[in-house]
């Protein structure tokens, strides 16, 4: 997939001054990294990574993968001048300047993407199903692969109508299955094109190579799900469109085969997966599929696997949708001529990126269809000066279009990706920028790095010999990533200035009795659910008002003036709202839609229920939980338990709906808490362990 033909290595010399060595975590930090990103070690003791293991392969790996695309160019290479660039790189990240995703950290450096391809370096995906007419199956096996690789995939609904769902006809032959993610799609594929006339469904299908469930799966120390999902995939299917034969299929048969297959990738309730459904703001039955007064049974069945939202239009009348919107925050709105005319609004419409046709599932991202996208994000109140975050950015700017050097295994893709060059440089902790440098610094921060970034893709993309990117910069909702440094998650609030965070962990799991001897508070869950809830205090530093405090409409407006200063593709932003605002939201949208590529909504209500995600404590007790706190110290213990997906957190992939209800905010409207897993190493098709 890439040549490889020699590795860059970083000096030892320069590795020594960090060996033993911890970064300033945040208050969750170092156990997200450990639980998240350290990968195992091969050293037989069976221990994971510390951080400066995981940037060393990080750092060595963004630096391999440049010295190789200029070896295979010819072009030129500056040993030492390379080294002491990959060294200011590795303190960037060590001081938390920035960091590159979540799937980043976990995968940067592994042999993983020289032998298959950078899929799993990046975020999100999207696929349209407009030409469903020429491939019926394609959209749906795109998204069924890059599912598996741990990718969010959005979708849209524009090939309603455009094919005549028929009775499969039986052929007399006996389809095996693989027992790998491309013998799950090729099945998926017969069965769907069978529908349209285009296969004849086998007679029989053979299931017998795929490992039984609970079988060990060898990398990530997970377990095999058997052919169980992939089976009840098939007879949903079926259920889908059976009856429907003879009808043109509608963006109700779209949406809930998408669903189903999200469904099988979430097998045994521990993986999970990232769907974003457009439609069109007119389709009634569009907007009702979520209706539990209707639609109860498909709701539990499948509808929870992806977030519908709608491609929504300027001068649309929005009163329909957006109280639709204000009762439970679906759906959300993506304006696609926004997307296509502008990069920064600031700029004004320049129709670079006239070919988009959707975003990802957490929708910082203007996508082609088939397009993936890579980001990187940068915490800017961590920074003193204007001159101090520039370079940074020329770092961040440099991992991820690092990123784009290296094809993905599938040649549609390629065919977009290496043309278009597409990278989502992200901030995250702009409210805390906002309360250290002021607003209108920040703003003045992130218009004179945006030209800068510009200047940088210009040098850059002349010195690797590839196209500059066609935009650069992002909002991403972030959550994991953003914990390790301890900064608010992209554009949004703090939950409040002292709190506790808690975390569910696994009784079995071997994190717990480190973090008990370190003085954490840990009770027993009280809803059974076999797991321990560990208490961590945490004290936001550059507070000014919570979430709770600050009113829908200057939520909205922040969106709109990074959408102007800082970010050429889109601005990912849930806006939480309180119950009397609601009525408001149709307005918000009405007047915002020239300044808005996208937008979603969450209802802020409060759960006083035990053991909640997030609850406000006093000043007091904080410091008081804080005295009792020892380091932590996960020495020899092998902490690799789930891994980064999407978009790194919790705003944007969705689980099985958790027997334990949470409140959660959402990046256009998912459900998840943060922890994530890996993508199946080689062909693999399981289920990593939580």
Known sequence: MFTLRERFKLSEKFLDGYRGRQPEWGPLGY??????????????????????????????????????????????????????????????????????????????????????????????????????????????????????????????????????????????????????????GDLVRVI???????????????????????????TFGGIAPGPGPLMECVKNIDRILAPRAGHNISSTDITDLMNVIGKCVVSGGVRRTAELALGDPDDGEYLQLKDPNLHKEQMMAWRWASNNSVIAREGMDYMRTGTQTAKNGEPGYFWLENARAYGRLKDGAQYVDAKVSGTNPCAEQSLESYEICNLVETFPSRHATLEEYLRTLKFAYLYAKTVTLIPTHNERTNAIMLRNRRIGLSQSGIVESFQRHGRRAHFRWCDEGYQYIGKLDRIYSQWLCVPESIK?????????????P?????????????????????????LIEPLRRAGYRIEESVYGDNTWVVYFPVHEEFFSRSKTGVSVWEQVENVAQMQYYWADNQVSATITFKPDEAVEIPQILELYETRLKSVSFLPLTEHNYPQAPYQEITREVYEQAKAKLGPLNFELVNTDEAQDLYCDGDKCMIEIPPRVPEQQEVSFDANGNGDEVPAPEGDEVGAPAN
């Open 472 to 484: 650069k910069t992002s909002i991403k909702p972030s959550g994991t990533v953003s914990l390790l």
């Open 31 to 184: 156990i997200t990294f450990k639980r998240t990103y350290a990968r195992s070690v091969n050293d037989g003791t069976g221990r994971t990574e510390e951080f400066w293991e995981t940037l060393r392969r990080v750092v060595e790996g963004c630096y391999t993968i440049q010295l190789n695309h200029c070896a295979s160019l010819k072009l030129p290479w500056k040993p030492e001048k390379a080294q002491r660039s990959a060294q200011e790189m590795f303190k960037l990240m060590w001081g938390f300047r920035f960091l590159p995703p979540g799937r980043g950290l976990w995968m940067m450096g592994s042999d993983y993407i020289y032998e298959r391809g950078s899929a799993a370096l990046n975020n999100c995906a999207f696929v349209s199903t407009e030409d469903l007419e020429t491939d019926f199956a394609e959209p749906f096996c795109f998204l069924m692969d890059l599912s598996m690789l741990g990718t969010g995939v959005a979708f849209d609904t524009k090939g309603a109508g455009r094919v005549t769902i028929q009775a499969p006809l039986q052929g007399e032959y006996t389809h095996v299955v693989e027992d790998s993610k491309e013998g799950w």
């Open 486 to 510: 301890g900064v608010t998650p992209g554009i949004h609030y703090a939950h409040s200035e002292y709190y506790y965070r808690t975390i569910r962990i696994d009784k079995t799991s071997p």
């Open 192 to 218: 769907l094109n069978s529908y349209v006339g285009k296969a004849r469904r086998p007679a029989h299908v053979d299931y017998g190579k795929i490992r039984p469930m609970g079988a060990p799966i060898k």
